[in-house]
């Protein structure tokens, strides 16, 4: 009978990717209080897909592909529309946005020459996620509240998670398609 519900997972998931444009245009437009709340509901569908997807066996192939495309979408396009509006630095658009970029390439490159399965995520790309899950909830607050702080050591550990995590990740692909190669 709980097969029937398989769907809610992916489900959750197209929520989140579904409140990615109301997030970037209301943040655009400076309606930063809706789209704090939007991004709140999205940030949870981001846990609650994957929590309810491994409790009751829900896991599918869409979902493998879809839940991390999803996060990609949701926090480069938030990241992006911040720079955009002048509300956090260059560097850190470009390196959040130039991680998700080679991950997909990467993971992409990987599934085609291995024909493997969607990479799994290890857990310093869950702490990766959440660090910058919680940079931009920091971010919507110090504009919501007009907070006077600068958050350079915010910005330079998010980095550092950040950049360590794609270093991980390339690592990985490297040591796989090596495998693979001298197979």
């Known amino acids: 009978m709980t097969k029937f519900f ?7 998931t197209l929520i989140r990717i579904a409140l990615v444009y109301p997030i970037l245009k209301n943040i655009y437009e400076g309606n930063f209080e809706l789209s704090i709340l939007f991004f ?24 493998t592909l879809l839940d991390p495309v999803a ?16 509300l956090i630095p260059f560097y850190i658009f470009i390196v959040f946005f130039s991680r998700d970029v080679l991950i997909l390439i990467g993971a992409s490159i990987k599934m085609t020459i291995i024909e493997s399965e969607t990479p799994k995520p290890n857990l310093l790309g869950k702490l990766t996620t ?29 980095l550092l998670i950040t950049i360590i995590s794609l270093i991980v990740y390339a690592n990985e692909w490297i040591r796989d398609l090596i495998i693979y190669n001298n197979e």
Not at 40 to 63: E, P, V, Y
């Open 6 to 12: 398989i769907f809610i997972p992916n489900l959750l």
């Open 130 to 158: 959440t660090a910058q899950i919680i940079y931009i909830i920091v971010v919507f607050l110090k504009v919501i509240f007009e907070l006077d702080f600068y958050m350079i050591f915010f910005d330079v550990f998010v």
């Open 71 to 86: 996060d990609k979408i949701l926090l480069s396009g938030s990241i992006f529309i911040f720079w955009v509006n002048q």
């Open 40 to 63: 709140a509901i999205a940030s949870i569908t981001d846990g609650l897909d994957g929590f309810i997807a491994r409790q009751m066996n829900w896991q599918t192939k869409l979902g």
